[in-house]
Every structure is written in structure tokens, then in C-alpha cells.
């Protein structure tokens, strides 16, 4: 059944309210609140349920997101003082203690800024590269710029060779290639490019999405996959026949976003296929929800956790919806878009003790009762709230626009 | 409620019946039948439900596993031609393929034996290491004979460094042991000792249960860490607070097993304690079963599989518990043994195509169709049926000693 036109005006006028409310009055004050860690600098980011901190360790990941979340909420929502020093807070820690001898960021510290896990991935680089670029931005700061801008570059050579020396795959016999790693260079770009305007980043970033369809894409199924080997024949293995929807969806939002700044209209009717096809593969018809991870052939998946269901998979495929609904009008979109949403907030959102949980297993019931741990923090959450609020007031000023076209033209 | 001890031979008799039939009718044929790979060698582990390949890739754990539970029932069941054979088939293939150029044994090989995972633990060497000695002793095979006393010399020294260049624990700031290698170092030694009679290991394993006792052991909880940190004060980290009750269940059973071989009969009482604290610790009170890892401190833990119930975490318990009875005749343990075994066999069995399933979730529902895979071959199942087996008729023979003993005395 899909919905009319003038219907979801409306919805959208109240979803409007409910995201900016959620955003606004929950989300940014749970983390202001119990996040900053004003003795030795940076974020806890492993809160209990109720915003206590059950773990004092410091994921570079996770202090990278949260620097450029409140940078870019500084930056682009309002100028509030509060998000900018909690920005500060961030920004110096990292550059004080995250990064390597060897140019690289770590992935842990301890709370004092010891080196706990060495950079062995390309991770922390780019979300600290994401944070110091927008927090350059808010403060005006030349160090922050000039840190973001060494990633920037570094980064493009890293990717030949991401895991360095604790790459465990034997060279030669099955060379392979992760999606994770295409998709967080996108948003990387699309971040730099909007941060430091002067910098060159759109090369990049088409380069990048065309890579992704040749190279990524199933053509048979219309997923793309986690991993691909060289040899297309090569396939047939765990690593090569595992689907990540989550992977997917974010994906596609980031290829609809990168379409409509680059001008590259080509991109939208594939991204929006993709997007389709992920939540049809990726949705539970029995439980309702996303799954984590899928086998391609329905063989057994070599993850433990496949079935569960994680919040960011489902963050990540409202913005896709709502952005493939703005660009195309296809009511389909906003017809997933209000079930992924209805599934989201049932399962994930906490009203007694705010913030959204993160892992529910297969029936939706909550596996961990952390608001933030290792891997969750201040950074899909508030992303999906901000970037949905913009583009529901998009679709509400199209329709505004084309109300008052139709006027004067009437 | 405690069962009576007449009550309990009868049924241990059964027992005796009903896991002797399920090793020689079901699991050593499924495995026999299904796993066996004539034309390169080695073994598919990767079985489907009904026992169809799914999956070639050829995984060295499961390699020298499978090889040394063939290995281990010719020298110690019946000395079955079929089954010797099939020991080659596996031997052949580890001593041809599965040994990288600086001497330790690859993570993951081709069908055909090209290298895929590089050596990046020791658990391939160890595995690899007792497969070949129980080979060497049934072929009388020197060449693994040499091969295996070559890993036994090597991972003393390779202990204190085990991650090679993989490791990505920053050196110095929190240095930590993991339990998981000190339980395979034991279990190693007493297969080598068992193997190869003449080979001095009562030393080292020794050595190694006093380490086990004094370092993983927490005082306060009377429960194994997964891991631990020189400084005990900092140990209050995920990595630190981390209890995976198998790890702690399988490590009784063979500190039982070492007790009885090397007489040292102190350690008995404790790893005794230690078997029913981490039950009562690791049971799940709603829905049965033994957690697969839970926070000492009832802290969100780092693992998004904590609440599933596998397959070797039930067989490990079992042995331990039927052992702890067997030498102490408390019924505690058998009560806890009728529990365990009543959840394994509900949950895992697959009366309709044989084998056991490995993975469940939390409430006991399969969550991967598998019956061998990656981590799940022909070992932890054979072993505890075959270890019960043994384990049942020593009691049933001390029940007849005593009766015996009482006959002649009356």
C-alpha cells in the first residue's frame, strides 16, 4: 500500500519535529552531559544505560566521530559555544596523543592517552581526518586543517595496503578487496570537501563510486558485496559471499549524496536500484529489522551475529530512503522509510533513559543495554537526526516551491 | 534434588549406551562419509546440515583436529583400517601444505593447498602438532613423529611472543596473558605424553597449571579471566573483565585429567571449585544453558555473540562434570551433568540428518544450519562422546570393584 502525496506532507512536517526534538533535547545533551572527559581531555564513550561510564578506554574511531559531530553541528546547525569547546576537548587530545610515530592513529588509548592498540587500520585516520577537517572549520584552527589535509593524502596511498604489516592473507593467492574501505573514503571526501572548500576532492570521489559499481556490484543479484577477489570465478567462499546490508545502504545514501553535489545524475537510478534490492534481501520478513550479515547463496555466514539487529544498519537506511525520496518523489522510498522507522524507534529508542540502544538480537529484544561502547558513540545517531531533519525541510521547501509555482501560475 | 547412587549406575549405563551408539552410528559415519577429500587430501570441514560440502577452503585447526581424533580412536577405541586411513589423508596434506617457510603451521590453506591465512597463532601448530603425534604412533610414522616433537619444542619459545607480527597490543602499556593458550599448551602435552611414551612433558605441564592457578584465577569470584594484565589493578577493562565460561570448563576437565596422570591430587579440589563456580556463573537462568562469554562485572561485554549457546562449550562441560564425579563420587556433579546433558542434546542434536548443530542463540533456536564449518569439525563432539564413554565404564568398573571388594569382605 502506498501513500499520498499530501499524506506524507504531513507525515514529514511531523517527523520534522520528532527528529529535531530527539536530536535537540536527547541525544546531544546525553552525550554533553556524560561524554566530555575534562581531566585528561577526549570522550568517554562507553556509557551504561543511563549515561554512566563503565569504561574509561579511548577508541580512536570513536573520538574521531564525536570531534566531527559536534564540529559539524557547530558548523552547520548553529553556532553553540558548548559544541565547540566539547570540540576543543576532542581536537587537542587527538592531536596530543593520536597519533603514531609512524603517522598512523592509533586505534586505543588509555583515558590519559596511553598507547593501548597500535594503528592498524585505516579507520582512525579517516574518522580523525573527518573531525579535525570540521573542527578547523568551527574554530579556524591552521593545525586541525593541516592534520586533516596529511590524511587527506595519506590516505590514498594506504589503501594499497590497509592493514600493513597485520594483513593475515597470504599474498598472491586470493587478493581481495573490502567495501568498507571504498565507502568511508567517500564520505571522507565529501566531509574534506565541504570543510576546506578549495580542496580538490571531486576526482577523488568520482574515481572512487565508479570503482564501487565495477567492482563491488553483483550484477545478478544487484548487492554489492562485502569483499571482492580479483577473479570474479574466485567468489565462492565465506568472505567473498558475505552481504552486509548496513554496508550497502550506507553505500547508497553516500552515492546519492555524492550525485547531487557532483552533478553526476547517472548515479541516482543505480544507487536507488541497490538500495531497493539491500532491503529486500536484508530485511527479516519474520521478525522485522535488518540483518547484520547475509550469505549471498544462503549458505551459513561465518559470523556468529549475523541475524542481529544493530542500529546503524538501520540509521544508515532511513537517510538513504528519505534522500532517494527527496530525489526521486517514488513513494516507495517513503513507504520503506516509515517501516525501517517505525522498526528503529520500537526497538532501539529508550525513553525512560534516553539515547538509543544499539544491538537487539534477531525478535528485536535488547542484547547489550550500553548507549555507548567500543563501537557505538556520538556519531550515527545525531548523523541520521541532523542529515534527516535537512532533508525533510528540502522536501517541505520543494513542495512549498512547487505550491508556489503552481499559484503564481494559476 | 540429588540423585540416589544406584539410581544414578542405572543410569550411567544407559548413558554409556546411548553415547557409544551416537559416536559409532552417527557422528564418526556422518564425518567419515562427508569429509574426506580423496582428490586433493586434507578434509572438508565445512558441512551442511545433511552433510554437503559447502564450503572448500581448508582450515588448519580443523585439519590437525580431525587428524588427531582419527588418530586418537585407532590407538585408543579399535584399530579401524578406514579410519587409519583417513589419518593419512589428512597427515599427508598438513606435512605437504601446511607448513609456511619460517616453520610455523598457515591459518588457512586452498582445497588444493595453496596458502590463504598466514601462521598468525599458535593453535594451528598446536592442533596440527597433536594430530600428528597420534598419527605418528598409529602408522608408526616417523616423519610426524619428528614433526610433532618439532612443534613441541617450538611453542615453548613461541609462547611469549604467540601474535608474531600480528600482534596489535601496544608493547608496555598493558601487558596481557590470554587464557586460551595455556589450556591448549596442556592439552597438548598430555596428548604427547600419551603418544609418544618416552617424551618428557610432566614438567611443563606442571609448570603450566600452577601458572594457570596463580595468574587466571580470580580470588573474589573463584572464576578464570579470559585474560589478564600484569598489574592486577588494571584489570577492570572489556579485555580484563571478560569470563568465557567454555574456556573456564574446559580448562577443569583437564586439570582433572593432569591430576589424575601425574598424581598430583591438590589440584583436584580446586578445579572442582572452579568447574561449579563458573557453571552457576555462566548459566543462563531464563532459558538454559552456558553463555558463550559474560562481563566479571555485569558490564556490557565486547562481544556481540555473549548470549549464544555453542555446541563445545555444552561438550566441554560434561566431560568436566562426568570426570568430577567419576573421581569424587560427590552428586552434585552428576545432577549438574543430567542438566547439561539434557540442554545439549534438546538443543544440538538433529536426530533427522544426524551430527550436531553448533550454534544457537540465546533461546536455544539454531542460528546457523551448519554441522561443521570454519571453527566446528570432527572434534569437540567425538571427543566428549568418546572421553564419557571411557569416563562411564571406569565408573561402572569402581561400582563393580566396590561390590566385588564388599562380596568378598561379607
Known amino acids: 500500500m502506498s501513500t499520498g502525496k499530501a499524506t506524507i506532507i504531513q507525515k514529514i512536517k511531523y517527523y520534522r519535529k520528532q527528529y529535531a526534538a530527539a536530536l535537540l533535547d536527547d541525544i546531544i545533551p546525553f ?3 556524560n561524554s566530555p572527559d575534562y581531566q585528561n581531555g577526549g570522550y568517554f564513550t562507553c556509557l551504561d544505560r543511563d549515561g554512566r561510564v563503565y569504561d574509561t578506554d579511548k577508541f580512536m574511531w570513536l573520538q574521531g566521530r564525536q570531534l566531527y559531530m559536534l ?3 557547530y558548523n552547520c546547525l548553529e553556532q553553540d559555544r558548548q559544541w565547540l569547546e566539547l570540540g576543543r576537548l576532542g581536537a587537542d587530545f587527538i592531536k596530543k596523543f593520536g597519533r603514531a610515530a609512524d603517522g598512523d592513529y592509533y586505534f586505543a588509548l588509555t583515558a590519559t592517552g596511553r598507547p593501548l592498540i597500535q594503528p592498524y ?5 579517516y574518522f580523525c581526518g573527518m573531525g579535525l577537517a570540521q573542527y578547523a572549520r568551527a574554530a579556524g584552527d591552521e593545525t586541525s586543517r593541516d592534520l586533516a589535509l596529511t590524511i587527506f593524502k595519506r590516505q590514498e596511498a594506504r589503501k594499497t595496503n590497509p592493514k600493513k604489516q597485520y594483513n593475515k592473507s597470504y599474498p598472491g593467492t586470493r587478493p581481495a578487496e573490502a567495501l568498507n574501505i571504498p565507502i568511508i573514503e567517500l564520505n571522507f571526501c565529501l566531509e ?5 572548500p578549495g580542496v580538490e576532492a571531486d576526482e577523488r570521489i568520482s574515481r572512487t563510486i565508479e570503482h564501487i559499481f ?3 556490484l553483483n550484477p545478478r543479484h544487484g548487492l554489492f558485496h562485502e569483499a571482492v577477489t580479483l577473479d570474479p570465478d574466485e567468489m565462492d567462499h565465506f568472505d567473498g559471499r558475505l552481504v552486509c546490508p548496513g554496508h550497502g545502504l550506507e553505500c547508497a545514501w553516500i552515492i546519492l549524496e555524492a550525485a547531487l553535489q557532483l552533478r553526476k545524475h547517472r548515479w541516482i537510478a543505480p544507487a536507488c536500484e541497490i538500495l531497493l534490492k539491500t532491503l529486500n534481501h536484508g530485511w527479516d520478513q519474520d521478525y522485522g529489522g535488518i540483518f547484520y550479515f547475509r550469505d549471498l547463496l544462503d549458505k551459513p555466514p561465518d559470523r556468529l551475529d549475523w541475524d542481529q539487529k544493530l542500529w546503524w544498519v538501520h540509521t544508515e537506511a532511513l537517510v538513504a530512503l528519505i534522500l532517494a525520496y527527496k530525489i526521486t518523489g517514488e513513494t516507495v522510498y517513503f513507504d520503506w522509510f516509515e517501516k525501517v522507522n517505525a522498526y528503529a ?12 540502544f544499539g544491538y537487539a538480537n534477531r525478535r528485536g529484544e535488547i542484547l547489550l ?7 557505538k558513540g556520538f556519531f550515527h545517531l545525531p548523523r541520521f537526526l541532523f542529515m534527516c531533519c535537512g532533508i525533510f525541510q528540502d522536501i517541505l521547501d520543494q513542495q512549498g516551491q512547487a505550491l508556489r509555482a503552481h499559484h503564481r501560475e494559476g
Open 369 to 375: 543495554t550500553l548507549k555507548g561502547g567500543k563501537w
Open 214 to 216: 565495477s567492482r563491488f
Open 31 to 33: 552525550w554533553v552531559k
Open 71 to 73: 564540529a559539524k553541528l
Open 121 to 125: 587500520n585505516l579507520f582512525s585516520d
Open 345 to 356: 524507534w520500537q526497538t532501539f529508542a529508550d525513553p525512560p533513559h534516553g539515547e538509543w
Open 192 to 196: 574534506i570537501k565541504e570543510a576546506l
